[in-house]
Structure formats: C-alpha cells, structure tokens
C-alpha cells in the first residue's frame, strides 16, 4: 500500500502541470465568490448542472482538503464566477490527493473514494448536497482498499437505488496481493474483489479516467501510467451486467 501510494506522488511529480485545469480554494469556511486556486490531482464531479472540487495541491509542499462548487447552468461573469466554499470540518486530512468522487443513483449524494491518508480504514466520507450534512460509511475490510490515484464510478442502475454499487479498477487487494476491480455494494456495506483481465486492461494502472456511458450502459476506462510507468493509450469498457472488459478500438482516418 505505501509503495503504491509512493508511486503515484512520483508519477504525479512528473505531471502535476496537465493537472493545473483543476481548481480548488484555500479556504473550507461557507462563503460565496471565494477566488479559487488552480492545483494538482484535486477530486472533481459534476452533478445536476454544478460543479464540484475538493482537495489537490497547490505547491509542490502544500495541500488542500477544501471543498468548493460552481454553478454552470446560472449565468455569470467570467471575471467574478459565483464559487461556493463548503465546509468539510474534520471529515478530511491534510494529504488530500488523487481521490475520485461519485455520485449516487438519485444524484443527491457524493461518495469520496481515496480521500484519506495511510493507514486506510474501511470507511469513506459521504456529502449530501440537499441539506449540506456528511456521514460516514463503514464497511466490512475485506478485501482491502488500495490507495489513491484511482477512479471510481457508482453504476446509476443499481437494483434498489439507495447509495448504489460502486466499481474502482483495480481498488482492492486480498490477502494474497492479488488486486482487481474494487465492487462496493454500498447498501450492504461488503466489498469484493473482481479480477482484472492483465492480459487485456493493465494490472495496476492508475490515474485513469473512468466514467459511466449512458448510452451504452456501461463504464469506460481510458488512459493513466502502468506500472511500468509507461502510458495507456487504449480505450476500455466494462459491462457490470455481466462483469466482462472488452478493448474499444477506434479508426482513425487520415487526411
């Protein structure tokens, strides 16, 4: 796990700049028209037309748990956007980086996943954007969480609503080192460990991008570093009905 973690901060080293698009603020206390600050490796999501960021770095020493959100269906001016600061009271730590955000079926709730520092505990904090509260899940350990630089997708058609199923590749590790895709059946409180295809998706890959397809009912994994530190130029999807990878290839026409 720490040598994970090790990994991910020097790949992130390397690229921190093509993270400067990300936006987050110095300040957790609940005001609006706060300026933000651009940093590195913040967790992002959109939902129902507003933006929402937490965490990052700033400096290569400083790092911040702050939790922010913009508006983008309110018309405003480019030079005063509205930001909104959120307190977070103590629900993160200092190290706040490479964390992934979902969202639940219903849209009403954030579920932070890797937002914490070693050692993991088997909880994740949960923010409910309709009256502004947190809560914690609990969940039995077993398989365990891998680190941060992971991304994590709640499948919107979860039997049942309710927080809904959660889907991290290669999230989880069991007691023989083996790690594969992370399933969190939230509402049950279990995880399980699914096995990646390594002959197809990388072991190991991190600081992909992972995100539900509507359209296709499935979920798209497409670039990061792999554990050789080389890049992933594939697009892959995942289907959770029947828990398979397939390689999406894409023709390119040239002119």
């Known amino acids: 796990m720490e040598l994970s973690l090790h990994r991910v901060l020097v790949f992130a080293t390397s690229i921190a700049p093509l993270f400067l698009t990300i936006f987050s603020l110095q300040s957790i206390r609940s005001v609006s028209s706060v300026s933000p600050v651009a940093v590195a490796a913040a967790g992002y999501v959109t939902v129902n037309g507003t933006l929402y960021i937490q965490g990052g770095q700033y400096t290569l020493q400083n790092l911040t748990s702050a939790f922010s959100?913009?508006?983008?269906?309110?018309?405003?001016?480019?030079?005063?956007?509205?930001?909104?600061?959120?307190?977070?009271?103590?629900?993160?730590?200092?190290?706040?980086?490479?964390?992934?955000?979902?969202?639940?079926?219903?849209?009403?709730?954030?579920?932070?996943?890797?937002?914490?520092?070693?050692?993991?505990?088997?909880?994740?904090?949960?923010?409910?954007?309709?009256?502004?509260?947190?809560?914690?899940?609990?969940?039995?350990?077993?398989?365990?969480?891998?680190?941060?630089?992971?991304?994590?997708?709640?499948?919107?058609?979860?039997?049942?609503?309710?927080?809904?199923?959660?889907?991290?590749?290669?999230?989880?590790?069991?007691?023989?080192?083996?790690?594969?895709?992370?399933?969190?059946?939230?509402?049950?409180?279990?995880?399980?460990?699914?096995?990646?295809p390594g002959g197809l998706v990388p072991v190991g890959i991190i600081l992909y991008s992972f995100s539900y397809c509507t359209s296709r009912n499935t979920m798209l994994l497409y670039g990061g570093a792999t554990p050789s530190s080389g890049s992933n130029p594939n697009l892959y999807e995942y289907a959770s009905t029947t828990s398979t990878w397939t390689l999406l290839v894409s023709h390119h026409i040239l002119s």
């Open 69 to 196: 959100s913009l508006s983008l269906t309110t018309a405003w001016n480019d030079t005063s956007p509205p930001w909104k600061s959120i307190d977070v009271g103590n629900h993160f730590p200092v190290q706040n980086i490479f964390q992934s955000i979902a969202v639940t079926p219903d849209k009403t709730r954030l579920v932070f996943w890797g937002s914490f520092s070693p050692p993991h505990n088997a909880s994740l904090v949960i923010y409910n954007i309709l009256n502004n509260t947190w809560s914690t899940l609990t969940f039995v350990p077993s398989p365990s969480m891998v680190g941060s630089g992971l991304s994590a997708v709640i499948d919107p058609t979860t039997p049942g609503g309710g927080l809904g199923n959660m889907y991290v590749p290669d999230g989880c590790v069991d007691s023989l080192g083996n790690q594969g895709m992370c399933l969190l059946a939230s509402d049950q409180k279990t995880l399980a460990l699914l096995p990646m």
